[in-house]
């Protein structure tokens, strides 16, 4: 189905974004996925080309313009081809929003225009040892001391935990306030107290380095609070849907990538002195994995269009993210299968999409999360 999504100067940026996976990242790839980390040059050569901070202004180094259709192109580039782990769209659909909205003259003059060349690498710390998707129960605080904050606490699971330089932390700043308790804090790569723990061992996106952090008294100048004192939660609320819908066009351009690389196998492979793909049960197979990616691409799609509007909803959000992550999952264990024993070698990249997809339906707000958003916003009692 033709996509009516994208302009001339889209097409253009994705012909780049595509040569510069081709020449970067594919030839070393298979080697940050052994060493658990992506090399920071890779970052400073996506900065140099203008795949990072496309959103900051262009007196900043960006690219001048709010368009989520160039981040839509990066990440579902990178899950189409199995490029995952990069980090590039934590940092740039996760973490920028933040930045671009919250921060002062003062932090743009200072952030800005490392964050948008890749020098400074951003990642974000909400999920604590004991705490996941309610985020209400942080414990992580932060008290006042003089005009600086003293915090203390630990985040775990957090992507680009390593090669982090700015990391915003979800404190509590005011422990009697309940949702009104929380601040933005940015922490900055060698303040003294904070620590990175361990480098996480995942089952899937091996380039991705996740780790833990841990702050013990780390004095954060206030001129490092992001937004308004006790209004962290709601700028929290405010920045998710473009997150899950991050995850979502991940999931889309990952469940296409399998659906070609599986159609090309079926072509390919032979049984019983035929391809696999002339099988009735086969085709009637790819038939629906078919069917099942092209509704999840044009919902995605469509919620691209509205986010760009500024008309996306948190619950239209939700259901992009809990829909097209269920199908990613579904598809490809099912093109797993028409891979026959194949596809349960490494070697093979539909095995590698299988792994990387499973924790789609976690990270952003689980499927049971996104099901209670949804099912609020339908007013049934």
């Not at 099912?334 to 499973?358: F, N, S, T, W």
Request: aromatic content about 10%; proline content about 3%.
């Amino acid at each position: 189905m033709e996509r009516t999504l994208f302009e001339p100067e889209h097409i253009m940026f994705r012909e780049s974004y595509v040569k510069f996976l081709e020449q970067r990242v594919a030839p070393n790839h298979a080697r940050w996925e052994e060493q658990h980390i992506v090399d920071r040059d890779v970052w400073l050569e996506a900065g140099k080309q203008g795949f990072l901070g496309t959103a900051f202004p262009e007196e900043f180094g960006g690219g001048g313009v709010k368009d989520f259709r160039y981040n839509t192109i990066v990440a579902e580039e990178n899950h189409r081809r199995g490029f995952t782990g990069l980090g590039f769209s934590l940092h740039n659909d996760v973490v920028a929003p933040y930045f671009l909205d919250l921060a002062t003259d003062e932090q743009k003059q200072r952030w800005y225009p490392a964050y948008a060349s890749g020098e400074l690498i951003g990642a974000i710390a909400m999920t604590e040892p004991g705490t996941g998707s309610d985020l209400q129960g942080i414990k992580t605080r932060a008290v006042r001391d003089g005009d600086d904050w003293i915090l203390n606490g630990a985040k775990t699971f957090i992507t680009n935990g390593i090669n982090s330089d700015l990391i915003i932390v979800v404190a509590r700043t005011d422990p009697d306030a309940g949702s009104k308790g929380f601040s933005l804090l940015v922490v900055e790569r060698g303040m003294e107290g904070f620590e990175r723990g361990r480098h996480l061992d995942k089952i899937g996106l091996p380039a991705q380095d996740t780790a833990e952090l841990n702050f013990d008294n780390v004095r954060v100048p206030g001129a490092n609070l992001l937004g308004q004192e006790g209004m962290g939660f709601v700028h929290l609320m405010q920045n998710l849907p473009q997150e899950r819908l991050s995850i979502a066009v991940m999931a889309a351009g990952a469940m296409e990538g399998a659906l070609e690389m599986t159609l090309q196998y079926c072509r390919d492979r032979k049984a019983f002195g035929k391809p696999i793909g002339s099988f009735q049960n086969t085709r009637f197979e790819l038939a629906q994995l078919a069917t099942e990616t092209a509704f999840v691409r044009v919902f995605v799609d469509k919620c691209i269009e509205l986010l760009n509007e500024d008309k996306l909803t948190v619950a239209e959000a939700a259901m992009a993210k809990m829909r097209s992550t269920e199908a990613q999952i579904d598809v490809i264990d099912r093109c797993v299968q028409l891979h026959g024993g194949y596809g349960y070698m490494r070697e093979y990249p539909i095995a590698k999409a299988y792994l990387d997809a499973r924790v789609q339906t976690i990270y952003g707000g689980t499927t049971e999360i996104m099901k209670e958003i949804i099912g609020r916003s339908l007013n049934v009692g």
